[in-house]
């Protein structure tokens, strides 16, 4: 059980730091260049789904949907909180000193980063029949065929 909320955490954790990375590359790198803090915001959202999508395909193949679902959302929900809370803090901002809009473009843009990340890391899982449940039914479909059929007498 420690180990399954290590890897939550390490999850979280890196999530986190994707953001933190992308908050120190716009502030030292362009602090007024509005045109690259979005390009850089923009690879920031790629590569969070990136590693989701990775994680969705490595948990996905080791264990069923409704074990490792719940692991994912918790990690997405506390990178989100660290990002939207934490983030802006260690920059010298605000979090809510862009307004209420921008505070809740960040969560928005954030989930739908993460949910087009897992989708895509899921599908392609499901797509190469490496997911748990895709594997089960091959083991199923073999052990039947395995068997010699039973000869009813009447």
Not at 122 to 130: D, I, Q
């Amino acid at each position: 059980m420690g180990q399954r909320w290590r890897a939550v955490g390490v999850l979280a954790a890196a999530l986190f730091a994707v953001n933190v990375v992308a908050r120190l590359v716009i502030r030292f790198a362009f602090p007024d260049d509005d045109t690259a803090a979005n390009r850089v915001s923009l690879v920031m959202f790629l590569a969070i789904g990136l590693v989701l999508a990775g994680a969705a395909f490595r948990w996905g193949a080791a264990r069923p949907l409704g074990h490792w679902a719940g692991d994912l959302a918790l990690a997405v929900v506390a990178a989100l909180a660290l990002t939207v809370f934490v983030g802006p803090l260690l920059v010298g901002e605000n979090p809510f000193g862009g307004g209420a809009g921008l505070f809740f473009a960040q969560i928005w843009l954030y989930l739908a980063a993460t949910a087009a990340g897992v989708l895509v890391g899921y599908l392609t899982l499901t797509a190469l029949g490496r997911d748990f449940r895709s594997r089960q039914l091959k083991r199923y479909a073999e052990l039947k065929q395995s068997r010699p059929r039973k000869i009813v007498r009447r």
